[in-house]
């Protein structure tokens, strides 16, 4: 098995990953089909919504029936300033015709977060 298929532990010496050689975690989600781009950014170290507000903004929708996927790594705070900011930029997106399928993955909990779908629950469907 090369490295790739073992996610969870990283390059080096026994006892080098601080006790995590038994830790695995797994998250399944499923990717729309029209899948273009896949961004990953890292947002841990963002501490204000204007930050996640004009990185949301700057991501360039593709054209046609292509979809773009944005995975966020983030931490407890940078998760929740995100998500504060994703919902509002969400319910404008998808009246301008689309939205990257935004996810947020905290490296804090290895919880993982899909962030369309939270608007929606926020926000009714609107």
């Known amino acids: 098995m090369d490295n790739a ?3 969870d532990v990283a390059q080096g010496t026994p006892g080098e990953n601080g006790g995590r050689e038994n830790l695995s975690v797994q998250h399944h989600i499923e990717l729309p089909e029209r899948l ?7 947002a841990r170290s963002m ?9 949301l ?3 360039r929708l593709p ?11 983030t931490s407890t705070g940078s998760e929740n300033l995100l998500k504060e900011s994703a919902i509002p930029f969400f319910r404008h997106a998808k009246k ?3 939205a990257p399928f ?8 290895y ?7 939270l608007a929606r629950l926020t926000h009714g469907g609107q």
């Open 5 to 7: 298929e073992r996610p």
């Open 57 to 59: 903004e700057r991501i």
């Open 36 to 42: 273009k781009d896949l961004h990953i950014i890292d």
């Open 63 to 73: 054209k046609g029936d292509s979809m773009q996927v944005v995975v966020f790594l």
């Open 96 to 98: 301008r015709s689309g």
């Open 102 to 109: 935004c996810i947020a993955y905290n490296v804090s909990s």
């Open 111 to 117: 919880d993982v977060t899909i962030i369309d779908q």
């Open 47 to 55: 501490n204000r919504k204007i930050e996640f507000r004009e990185l």
